[in-house]
Antibody
Framework: QVQLQESGPGLVKPSETLSLTCGVS?????????WSWVRQPPGKGLEWIGE???????NYNPSLKSRVTISVDKSKNQFSLRLTSVTAADTAVYYC?????????WGQGTLVSVSS | NFMLTQPHSVSESPGKTVTISCTRSSGSIASNYVHWYQQRPASSPTTVIYEDNQRPSGVPDRFSGSIDSSSNSASLTISGLKTEDEADYYC?????????FGGGTKLTVL
């Protein structure tokens, strides 16, 4: 079981880029897991954003694919999310998580609000 | 891609049994594992069932999962309901390099 911690700005302006990082402790990011981002708008359900393997291979939610980039930094044992051209609809709690067959370990989540 | 449809809410009394369904819109429910998560208010989700019917260590055996190919759905059953089971429950599956969550079901234990 690894520990995950999201970090990044809590407020982003419309049309700008949302950037978050997930620090991994208690295990290596070069393990067999995939590393995912999931978000949850206030009062709504979970939405998978995408995932990355330590080799750099990625899968993205088709509905967000044009705006999302997930990357991994093995030297820092962390992975990151970039979401471009944000709007109020991107306001959500953003979670990072490990994915083997299922989402095993989750970070505590970080609220990102999109507002001018 | 496919969708997973759950009832918006269910309610039941303590000590009773409740079942939450998760219906797959296209493709076979049996083609990929279904997993279930519990999310209490202001908390991260935790796994209660993985791989259709497996319980992680620490999850009581009051929680069980199954799939039904005839209705193309998965089910989470919680028996001997306790007030602490009140939470949102999400099903999740995978296909074609995409992870998909159901919309979530709010369980009220009253």
């Amino acid at each position: 079981q690894v520990q995950l911690q999201e970090s990044g700005p809590g407020l982003v302006k419309p049309s700008e880029t949302l950037s978050l990082t997930c620090g991994v402790s208690g295990g290596s990011i070069s393990s067999y897991y995939w590393w995912s981002w999931v978000r949850q708008p206030p009062g709504k359900g979970l939405e998978w954003i995408g995932e990355i393997f330590h080799t750099g291979s990625t899968n993205y939610n088709p509905s967000l694919k044009s705006r999302v980039t997930i990357s991994v930094d093995k030297s820092k044992n962390q992975f990151s999310l970039r979401l471009t051209s944000v709007t109020a609809a991107d306001t959500a709690v953003y979670y990072c998580a490990t994915t083997a067959e299922y989402f095993q370990d989750w970070g505590q989540g970080t609220l990102v609000s999109v507002s001018s | 891609n496919f969708m997973l449809t759950q009832p918006h809410s269910v309610s039941e009394s303590p000590g009773k049994t409740v079942t939450i369904s998760c219906t797959r819109s296209s493709g076979s429910i049996a083609s990929n594992y279904v997993h279930w998560y519990q999310q209490r208010p202001a908390s991260s989700p935790t796994t209660v069932i993985y791989e259709d019917n497996q319980r992680p260590s620490g999850v009581p055996d009051r929680f069980s999962g199954s799939i039904d190919s005839s209705s193309n759905s998965a089910s989470l059953t919680i028996s001997g309901l306790k007030t602490e089971d009140e939470a949102d429950y999400y099903c999740q599956s995978y296909d074609s390099s995409s992870q998909v969550f159901g919309g979530g079901t709010k369980l009220t234990v009253l």
